[in-house]
Each structure stands twice: as C-alpha cells, then as structure tokens.
C-alpha cells in the first residue's frame, strides 16, 4: 500500500487528480493551439509555431528564480495560484474567441502567461509530495505515480485533442479544456495537508541571487544529484534533435504513411507507463544507483536501435526501439526525481527542482536548433544518427562520483 491513512491517501488522490488535468490540458493545447491559430484566426503556418513555443518558452528566463521564489511559499497556494492563472487564461480566450474578438496577439499574449503559470506549477508539485509522504518507499511508488500521469498526458493529451476538436468544435474543446483547469483547482484546494510552517526569512536586497546561487551550488557539489542533472541534461539535448526530426525522417528517408508515422509517435504511450510501474519493484531489488544506470542503459539502447531497425524494418523496427526507450525512460524519470527530493534539503526543493527543468528545457531548445542545422547541412539521416549516437554519453555522465560507487559497489 502506499499510504498508511485515510487522510494521506485522501490527500495524494486529490494532488494525483490535479497534477494530472493540469498536464493533460497542457498538452491537449499543443494540438488545440496552432489548429485554433490557422483556423479561427488565418495565422500562417509560422504563427502557429510560435504558439507551442510560448507555452514552454517561460521555463528559460523564469526557470531559475522560479526555485527561490517558490521555496519561499506554500507549495500548495502556488499550485492553486498557477492552476486558477490558466483557468483564467484560457477562459479568456475561450470568451475572446465566442464573441469573435480574439486576434493573434492577444492568443500569444495569453499563451505567454499560462506558460509561465506552467513553470511555477512544475516546481511547486515536484516539491511539494515529500512534505505529503515521508516514507522514501512509499515517496517513490507516489512519484511513479505521478509520472505515470506525466508521461500518459504527453501521449494521449494530443491524440484525445484532434476527436475532442472534431466532435465539440474549438469553441467547445477550449471550453472542455477551461473545465479541467477548475476542476484541478478544486481537487487541490480540497488538501487537508498543510506544510509546516517555515522560519520566515528577510528578503534583503539580492535574496533572489542569492538564493538562486545557493541552488545552484548544492546541485553542482552533490555527489549523487550532479550525475543525474548531468546525465539527464546531455539525454535530452540529443534525444531533442532525434525527435525534432522524426517525423519528416519517416516520410521522407523511410518513406511511412502518415498512419505508420502516427503509431511511431504513440508507441512511447506503451512503453512510458510499463517503465513507471516497474521502477519501484527496480529499485527496491537493486537499489536507486543500479536502477538508474540499468533504465539510461536500455533507454539509450532503444533510441540507437530506432535508426537501425527503421533501415531494415521500417514502422515496425522504429516503434520496436521507441517503445525500448520509452520503458528505460519511464524506469529512470520516478528514480530520479525520488533520488533528488530524498537527497535535497527541505527548504532547497524547490531551487534543485527548478535547476533540473530549467536545463532539461534549455537542453530541449539547443537540441531542436543543432537538428536543424544538421539537417541542412547533411540531411535528415544524419541529423537523427547524430542525435541518437550522441545519447550514449549520458552514460558516462551519469556514472560518476556518487553513482559510480554506490552502482558498481559490491
């Protein structure tokens, strides 16, 4: 069981259900937004890029003091604020849409702002469940949980968007999409938990840089947080341009269907939650370190496989290697984030939690560029050999000081 009382298990439930809309409408309006853009309001095809972009944009100017700001707050209160940010937000271009006085700028405008309310939410959620769940077991099973939903909204969030628009119609489906933001308010406001009170502290002049550097400082020293942030930074900065251009790498170099290209796309949605689940059974037979070198080994595997398999096997062997990846991912993302909140003072969460995302999407944005240039250098296949080979020195980053002797230890 993962909690021992009714009110803990009440309460992880109701941050479950939350945290779970609030990403599943995050990603629904990847789809719903650009389509909302062309069709509503005759933005050209680079508009509509823009729009994806400002959603994740606020993660590298405000990633950082994101971290400070919240360790100063009740974690719960900013996940409210941020939920009832983008309720409004969406409300409004709901309102703006229905009385026909939405126009370009004011969609960007109003994209911009719930992107930054989706920084500040992130942070504050990742460190808000230790103050919920003390046990590091039952911590870990409630972060694979948690997980679980991430990695299920950014596969199903898209796919359920494209009928959702089609049967309601974008009125309607951004209307569907306000409702899920207040249900998240709800459930989150119903919490009983409270975090304990913290010692209050003078916001001096230059408490933000401060308290950014010290955030900082604690990750870069730590013996067993610095791999992982390592590892997982130089992961993703490959994995970006692999991803960045495998959709016109299957229609142009293997030649797909856009149905076989839409199943290559979904086969994370088999292989994410298999990975969630089994990290915990993982990391109590062999501990976090061994886990997380065995889960980046298979996953690294699986993406260097992609571009093997899909040159002698097509759709078949390109949804083979996903889905290996996909596990190895799944396995290493809960182990991680157990690792870096059993590892992180209290009153530091929030600033290691906000080094984390700020260069895993700095590493999302340098990935995409290098694709693109890459591939007008060389073409698609290079891009997507460069991008897969390159993930292989995760490895090496990750196995290292702190990891290197808790895993390799006999």
Not at 259 to 283: C, D, E, F, K, T
Not at 385 to 407: D, S, Y
Request: aromatic residues 8%; positive net charge; proline residues 5%.
């Amino acid at each position: 069981m993962l909690l021992r009382t009714g009110s803990v298990r009440r309460d992880f439930g109701l941050l479950w259900a939350g945290q779970s809309l609030s990403l599943f409408g995050d990603q629904f309006m990847k789809l719903a937004l650009p389509l909302l853009a062309v069709t509503a309001l005759d933005a050209s095809p680079a508009q509509a890029a823009l729009l994806p972009f400002a959603l994740f944009f606020p993660f590298l100017p405000l990633g950082l003091p994101a971290g400070a700001i919240v360790d100063r707050l009740p974690r719960r209160t900013v996940m409210l604020v941020c939920d009832g940010v983008q309720a409004v937000a969406f409300g409004a271009v709901w309102a703006l849409l229905a009385a026909g006085l939405l126009t370009f700028p004011l969609l960007l405008g109003l994209v911009l702002l719930s992107g930054c309310a989706v920084v500040f939410f992130q942070v504050a959620y990742t460190s808000y469940l230790p103050s919920l769940i003390h046990d590091p077991e039952r911590l870990h099973t409630g972060n694979a949980r948690l997980a679980l939903s991430e990695s299920t909204a950014q596969a199903a969030g898209p796919m359920v968007a494209g009928p959702l628009i089609h049967a309601l119609g974008l009125i309607g489906a951004i209307a569907a999409n306000v409702a899920s933001f207040a249900v998240s308010v709800l459930s989150l406001a119903l919490i009983k938990h409270r975090e304990p009170a913290r010692q209050a502290t003078a916001r001096e002049r230059g408490w933000l840089r401060r308290d950014i550097a010290e955030g900082l400082r604690f990750v870069t020293r730590h013996p067993v947080l610095e791999p992982i942030i390592a590892c997982g930074t130089t992961y993703v900065l490959f994995l970006s341009m692999v991803e960045t251009s495998l959709v016109l790498y299957c229609r142009d170099v293997l030649h797909l269907s856009p149905q076989w290209i839409g199943v290559v796309l979904g086969a994370a949605a088999a292989g994410y939650p298999i990975g969630n689940l089994a990290s915990a059974r993982l990391m109590r037979r062999f501990g976090a370190p061994r886990t997380l070198v065995g889960a980046a080994t298979v996953s690294v595997a699986g993406i260097l496989s992609m571009p093997i398999l899909g040159a002698h096997a097509g759709a078949v062997g390109l949804v083979a290697g996903s889905i290996a990846h996909c596990v190895g991912e799944g396995a290493f993302n809960p182990t991680s984030l157990t690792l870096r909140q059993t590892s992180t003072p209290g009153e530091l969460l929030g600033r290691v939690s906000s080094v984390h995302r700020f260069l895993i999407w700095g590493a999302m944005s340098v990935g995409a560029l290098l694709a693109a240039g890459v591939t007008a250098l060389a073409g698609l296949s290079a891009a997507v050999w460069i991008g897969a080979c390159g993930t292989v020195l995760c490895l090496p980053a990750l196995a290292r000081r702190g990891i290197r002797a808790a895993a390799f230890s006999r």
